[in-house]
């Protein structure tokens, strides 16, 4: 008999008008086989990501807005672009655990036709990028922005972009694209700190809050003198008035989205379209529907730009799909930084981040290391500084600190038992802030790196996006054919404290004790770290 499993899905209750609200949406478990019929030419899938994309806010719409999918019907689930692992299928296209990315339920299981959903649904081939890029940079959105700037925009070096709503999945992206080619690009946002996000993060030459500016034009003609060539449109309302009286002649607008306007019963007049004439402005509306023909080529520009570390992408991650809803209504506030997903399954057997992983390590991140002596951060230190990260780390002895910057290449390392103001000594090494901590001892020095972390750090803590190593063992083989190559060439290299005979091995164990929130190591136990070897003595008898 097929196995029955409980599936957890959000339902729209109602129809909405005027900005959605949490409470427009319910979670309710239903019950779902495993198995699907005999001759079905379905698939069944996991649902691992979703997207959160404005445009899910017109389908709510009981007009149906929006014009590539009709309204969700009340109380039925909501559905939107997601990554998703095949649980079963009986056709040749796709395997048992083949992953994919396509519009799918926000629920844990779904059913998706491949006969109606052919130009939404492929399959994924490259697994050395998170999952979660498929429902953003790798998926609709960066394919939204690739076409839309690409091909609508027809952009060239030297010209001027501006780009609403920039610090959003689309917009984010655009920017990069646009900086890639040589052009100016200034970014509007919602908050002080996307629009540092848009400068320190993306490159972008200069962002603006537009809650602040009380004349759009105005602002607009500060940072664009000369006018605007492209303006990449996500926002619409007022600030599309602003940049029509501000585009230069022959300029373009790419109309991607008008976020502005979709919670509005009557949306806001544009008073300023005469300037399409009288500046010849080509303004022309899109859809990424008319990109995913173009999908591999997409890829072949974006993916290399992703590994070599020319594209960088900020995601916002909502655990649990109980938490989807306000996920989605946070998108029409400003609440979300960077592209909105929600995770609804960690599949171990698709995981694919942890220090250099889950942290997602770049070249030039500034690193920090606790109990970097470690069995752990010894290894974590030097992993970062061969992918060009500046790292420091902090150990309990004099001995110890002069080991990691001597022997493990530390830039920097410190004894904390020295320090008497943890905040200040990071704020010492890291006058700029900390990209990436990883965690190994929690309390005091915990409480001093919340206060020195960068603008969407990350924190790997041993760990808070908790990890354990049973989770990678299946990668083992991976592993070693990373770490081995490293360690004969001497690239990598390890200390061990080793503990003569198995009546050794009690006073072994409890050395690294702990003392309080920091982590302190009596006398006997040495340089050496929180590891041991027990070297049992046989006797052949």
């Known amino acids: 008999m097929a196995t029955q499993v409980r599936n957890k899905q959000v339902i729209l209750k109602h129809h909405v008008t005027g900005f959605p609200k949490e409470s427009d949406m319910e979670v309710k478990e239903s019950t779902i086989c495993l198995k699907l019929p005999e001759g079905s030419r379905a698939i069944l899938v996991k649902n691992l990501y979703l997207s959160c994309d404005p445009c899910m806010r017109l389908r709510m719409d009981p007009r149906g807005k929006s014009g590539n999918f009709g309204s969700y019907l009340p109380s039925s689930v909501i559905a939107g672009f997601g990554v998703s692992k095949v649980v079963d299928s009986n056709g040749a296209e796709f395997k048992k655990g083949d992953l994919i990315w396509s519009v799918t339920g926000w629920e844990e299981y779904s059913v998706i036709d491949p006969a109606t959903a052919t130009r939404t649904l492929f399959k994924i081939e490259h697994t050395d990028v998170p999952l979660s890029y498929y429902t953003g940079i790798l998926g609709m959105p960066g394919l939204t922005a690739y076409g839309g700037f690409y091909k609508v925009c027809t952009p060239k070096k030297g010209e001027y972009v501006f780009v609403s709503a920039a610090s959003g999945a689309v917009g984010q992206l655009v920017g990069?694209?646009?900086?890639?080619?040589?052009?100016?690009?200034?970014?509007?946002?919602?908050?002080?700190?996307?629009?540092?996000?848009?400068?320190?993060?993306?490159?972008?030459?200069?962002?603006?809050?537009?809650?602040?500016e009380h004349d759009l034009n105005a602002a607009l003609k500060r940072y664009f003198p000369e006018g605007i060539d492209i303006y990449f449109e996500n926002v619409g309302g007022k600030m599309l008035d602003a940049v029509l009286l501000n585009?230069?002649?022959?300029?373009?607008?790419?109309?991607?989205?008008?976020?502005?306007?979709?919670?509005?019963?009557?949306?806001?007049?544009?008073?300023?379209?005469?300037?399409?004439?009288?500046?010849?402005?080509?303004?022309?509306?899109?859809?990424?529907?008319?990109?995913?023909?173009?999908?591999n080529e997409f890829l072949d520009v974006?993916?290399?730009?992703?590994?070599?570390?020319?594209?960088?992408?900020?995601?916002?991650?909502?655990?649990?799909?109980?938490?989807?809803?306000?996920?989605?209504?946070?998108?029409?506030?400003?609440?979300?930084?960077?592209?909105?997903v929600v995770v609804v399954s960690h599949d171990p057997d698709v995981q694919c981040r942890s220090c250099g992983q889950m942290d997602h390590m770049e070249k030039g991140?500034?690193?920090?290391?606790?109990?970097?002596?470690?069995?752990?951060?010894?290894?974590?230190?030097?992993?970062?500084?061969?992918?060009?990260?500046?790292?420091?780390?902090?150990?309990?002895?004099?001995?110890?600190?002069?080991l990691l910057k001597t022997k493990f290449g530390f830039d920097e390392a410190f004894n904390y038992t020295e320090e008497q103001d943890l905040n200040a000594a990071l704020k010492r090494y890291f006058p700029e802030g900390i990209d990436i901590y990883f965690e190994n001892v929690g309390g005091k020095m915990l409480d001093a790196v919340l206060l020195n972390m960068r603008l969407n750090g990350r924190i790997a803590v041993i760990r808070m996006q908790g990890f354990l190593a049973p989770d990678h063992y299946h990668k083992y083989p991976k592993f070693l054919d990373f770490i081995l190559p490293h360690i004969k060439e001497g690239k990598v290299v390890y200390v061990e404290d080793m503990a003569e005979g198995l009546d050794s091995a009690p006073a072994a164990l409890v050395g690294p004790a702990w003392t309080g929130p920091i982590w302190s190591e009596?006398?006997?136990?040495?340089?050496?770290?929180?590891?041991?070897?027990?070297?049992l003595n046989y006797e052949t008898v």
């Open 176 to 212: 990069q694209f646009a900086k890639a080619i040589g052009c100016y690009v200034v970014g509007s946002a919602g908050s002080k700190e996307k629009v540092e996000l848009l400068k320190n993060k993306f490159g972008f030459d200069e962002a603006f809050n537009y809650k602040e």
């Open 247 to 295: 585009m230069r002649v022959h300029g373009r607008i790419a109309v991607c989205g008008m976020i502005s306007q979709y919670n509005l019963e009557h949306t806001e007049s544009v008073h300023n379209l005469f300037s399409l004439i009288a500046k010849r402005i080509r303004m022309e509306g899109f859809s990424v529907f008319d990109y995913y023909p173009q999908y």
């Open 302 to 340: 974006v993916l290399p730009q992703i590994r070599e570390g020319k594209i960088v992408y900020v995601e916002d991650i909502a655990e649990g799909l109980e938490n989807g809803p306000a996920a989605l209504v946070g998108l029409f506030s400003g609440r979300n930084i960077g592209k909105q």
């Open 365 to 402: 991140d500034c690193v920090f290391v606790s109990a970097a002596l470690g069995a752990v951060g010894q290894l974590v230190g030097q992993f970062a500084k061969l992918l060009g990260s500046y790292v420091v780390g902090s150990a309990g002895s004099k001995e110890k600190v002069e």
């Open 522 to 535: 009596p006398d006997f136990y040495s340089l050496g770290l929180n590891w041991l070897m027990l070297r």
